[in-house]
Each structure stands twice: as C-alpha cells, then as structure tokens.
C-alpha cells in the first residue's frame, strides 16, 4: 500500500500558476511511473499528465499541453505539476496516482486523496 500526501491546490485567478505536490509517505521499492489526474463535478476522472519512473518520459492531454508541466524528485519521493496560464476549465480536483505510466485511470494503483484547484475568470 502506497499513500500520499497532496498539496498546493487553491482559488487562483485564470491567467495565475499553481505547482501541486504528492509526497509519498514512505520510500517503497517499486519503480513506479505517476500520474496527475483531474474530475470536475458531474464529469469522469480526466487524465492530465503522466512521468516514467525515471522521468524520461512524459505525457500530457491536449487540454494542458504546453501549459502544465510534470516533473518528479525520487529522492523526496515526490511528483510535481506546474500549471500555468490556469482557465476556469481548469477547475477541477486534482489526484496524483502511481502505477503503469499511461492515460487510462485504471492502469493505476495507488491514489492521493485529492486537492481542489479553482479557476475564477
């Protein structure tokens, strides 16, 4: 079992920037890739981004590219994303995930708890 600590959603303005944060509570030995996901009310668990377990590889929706960035320090086993230039369709609770790099929820085994991100406009 792998839990996680997530932080640095918040009320922004559209236009402002956020970094997210999920910290592992505890180093594990598996080589996991992770994942930042996102669900608005109403709508299905959206994915936004993916990392390799070496951060090598990245992966990113349409809706966010070249505005978000992931990233990812194993020694802090921690994984970061960067959002920048937020818009209202931004808003959403944001949950970091581990498991097989990939876009599809299920590929993941391993869930924070969410943080709320809102975008005013």
């Known amino acids: 079992q792998v839990q996680f600590v997530e932080s640095g959603g918040g009320n922004v303005q559209a236009g402002d920037s956020l970094r997210l944060s999920c910290a592992a509570r505890?180093?594990?030995?598996?080589?996991?890739?992770m994942g930042w996901f996102r669900q608005a009310p109403g709508n299905e668990r959206e994915f936004v981004a993916s990392?390799?377990?070496?951060?090598?590889?990245?992966y990113y929706s349409d809706s966010v590219k070249g505005r978000f960035t992931i990233s990812r320090d194993n020694a802090k086993n921690t994984v970061y994303l960067q959002m920048n230039s937020l818009k209202p369709e931004d808003t959403a609770v944001y949950y970091c995930?581990?498991?097989?790099?990939?876009?599809?929820?299920?590929?993941?085994?391993?869930w924070g708890q969410g943080t709320q991100v809102t975008v005013s406009s």
């Open positions: 505890e180093r594990t030995s598996t080589t996991y890739s």
């Open positions: 995930a581990a498991g097989s790099v990939g876009a599809v929820p299920t590929n993941y085994a391993y």
């Open positions: 990392i390799s377990w070496s951060g090598g590889r990245t």
